[in-house]
């Protein structure tokens, strides 16, 4: 017998049951492995966005994704619904939180409702681009809001937007606004300049349309005295801006626009959001949330808003834009 070394009937006895217990230990350490979650391919990220027929901010969310390392395909997964039926989007937002998504995007403030209101009791987080959220319900303030949300809001312009155009158009003290409520927007902007006008003792002739044929009755029936077509956010409206243009250029007076920058269209200027830019802002914060950030901890914010002028168009109805009008544009049109 080697000194130190148990005698060869004590191997004997001792080998089964530590056979035994290397054997459940390997059983158990299978089981483990196997209970682990898989690595994940990417994110999977749920975007809703109920007018996907406009360039807004959910188009510049996806569009800028890329710069921040996301690409599709590779180690980012949407689940895209495109749809405007409120049911339907409730629908797929719940789907959306059933497969885990890791991210919620929403482009209006009804998406933003339903998805906010599926997400609830998980900890998907959401990013949204809408007109107001504190006015909507959505958030109880820009900074201290809590919940698992935040975003870019884009209110703000229509104030700013009246004032441009008493610059360039001093005599106009009826202004005509063709409106469709076919967005939240549409309503909240249309108070905005209400009451931005009665503060400039300007009036307000509007005109409330839900079809291309009323919007061309009420073109027709345009106040004499209206000294510009005031455009706020619609589908409506914003889809059949050929024809509002038409009935300006026969009245020859401008056609400006609030909401988004769109100056390139034949208005002759446009004051708003920037959607290229809106998307930066709301995939910069998807981003932050991404790597860890709580949506409590960042402070929604406002789209920043540009000045576009479209001098041809102003040039056309004989319209001069003061010089210190045109140093501070953002974008011109020669």
Known sequence: MIRGYPPMNAWKSVLPPLLLIVVNLLFVLTIVSSCKPQAKNGYLIGYINPNPEETEGAQGFLRNMPAFGYIEGKNVTYIKFEKRDHKEIEAAAKDMVAKKADLIFTMTTPAAKLAKKAVEGTKIPIVFVMYDAIESGVVESMVKHGGNITGVQLTGSTRKALDWLLAISPRARNIFVPVCFDTGAARHSLEDLKKAAAHAGLKVTVSEVDTLEKLRKSLSAMPADAGAVFILHSWLIGSNMETILDSAKKRNIPV???????????????????DDRTGMQAARLAHGILKGASPRDLPVETSDFYLGINLKSANALGVKIPDDVLQQADYIIR
């Open 256 to 274: 400006i626009s609030a909401g988004h920058v769109n100056f390139d269209g034949g208005v002759v200027f446009s004051y708003g959001p920037l």
